[in-house]
């Protein structure tokens, strides 16, 4: 009991709080650069960097300042780098993605090749980027004649994207398509050609969500309409269960949750049931809501950044996704 006991002394929590050296002593959540993936996009056929203007800060990267931005990430100790590739063209079926010669392709190789062994490349396999209609897979026309994602083709896509991906050099692939049978599908097209150390991360627990916006806008993406028929349904946290599950069993490396804040309770629920590394995505607009507040004087920077950090590592979160990983690390 604490205040102002009836039969004994007041207890005082707030002893364990009085000075700072006390306070680090005692934190139970501490942040690591090596925790941290950086989230980079690179464009095909830009002469130097582009801003992001719903993203202050973040660049689309050349192959070269891309390059520089993984070396840069090796220098703070970060622990991995996530790709994300702009096509100069895309079509219905997203063929710059299994293309060898495909912008994320051709960077993975090159990031591999300049930072390989000192940092965790991995590639996001996914087809929104490549894709004409802007959807995660390619599209079907269904019985009562509706344009839908056809589950099962889409499949065959990111098969032949995993393959590229590993050939290109990437260590580990991120699936964030939230097609069903996506970890089985890719794993075993990984092992029958040989690429068995390839490692799976699963969006598991992937969300629609309004905060993607400014990520739109970094990969220039066509969409129109949503994700609502693949992405899980922000009410709902029980599903999201059910997908780590079937992730897991299908061979998933990893795990992610993701947007990381709003979902806070869904990261805390998987670090509780998985056995393999539970990471979570700070997403464009979890960092545009910082960076726009602070570039008012509403918020401080500093402050909010490694706040909202904490709370996604406290919740459970082993690995956090962050377009703050390069910023925050040097503060660690
Ligand atoms: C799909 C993908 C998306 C993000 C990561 N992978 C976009 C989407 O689902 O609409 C969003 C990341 C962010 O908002 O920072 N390729």
């Not at 095909?44 to 070396?71: F, K, N």
């Not at 591999?112 to 929104?128: I, K, N, P, Y």
Request: one cysteine or more.
């Amino acid at each position: 009991m604490s205040g102002v006991g009836a039969t004994g002394p007041v207890v005082r929590p707030r002893r364990l709080r009085g000075s700072a050296p006390l306070r680090r002593l005692v934190a139970q959540t501490r942040l690591h650069p090596a925790d941290l993936v950086l989230p980079v996009f690179v464009r095909e056929g830009i002469e130097a960097p582009v801003e992001i203007s719903s993203m202050p800060g973040v660049r689309q990267h050349t192959l070269e300042s891309l390059v520089d931005e993984a070396r840069a990430c090796v220098e703070a100790g970060i622990g991995g780098i996530m790709l994300f590739g702009v096509p100069a063209t895309k079509d219905a079926r997203g063929s710059g993605a299994d293309d060898p010669q495909g912008i994320l392709n051709v960077a993975t190789r090159a990031v591999v090749d300049a930072v390989g062994d000192r940092l965790v490349v991995m590639t996001d396999l996914c087809l929104d980027e490549f894709t004409d209609h802007g959807h995660c897979g390619v599209l079907a026309t269904s019985a009562d004649g509706r344009s839908i994602v056809d589950n099962d083709a889409t499949l065959e896509r990111y098969a032949s994207m995993a393959l590229a991906q590993a050939e290109a050099g990437a260590h580990v692939l991120g699936l964030s398509g939230m097609m069903d049978g996506q970890v089985a599908h890719v794993r075993a097209a990984l092992d029958a050609a040989g690429h068995t150390d390839t490692l799976v991360l699963a969006y598991a627990a992937k969300y629609t969500s309004a905060l993607y916006g400014p990520f739109r806008e970094a990969v220039q993406s066509s969409l129109s309409g949503d994700r609502a028929t693949y992405q899980q349904d922000p009410a709902n946290a029980t599903e999201a269960l059910r997908e780590i599950e079937l992730d897991l069993a299908e061979g998933a490396d990893f795990i992610m949750v993701k947007p990381a804040q709003p979902h806070l309770d869904v990261v805390a629920a998987a670090a509780e049931v998985s056995p393999v590394p539970v990471a979570a995505y700070q997403i464009s607009g979890e960092y545009a809501q910082i960076v726009a507040a602070a570039e008012r004087g509403w918020i401080d920077r500093d402050a909010a950044v490694l706040e909202s950090l904490v709370h996604i590592k406290r919740a459970g979160a082993q690995i956090v996704l962050t377009y703050f990983a390069l910023e925050i690390a040097g503060r660690l």
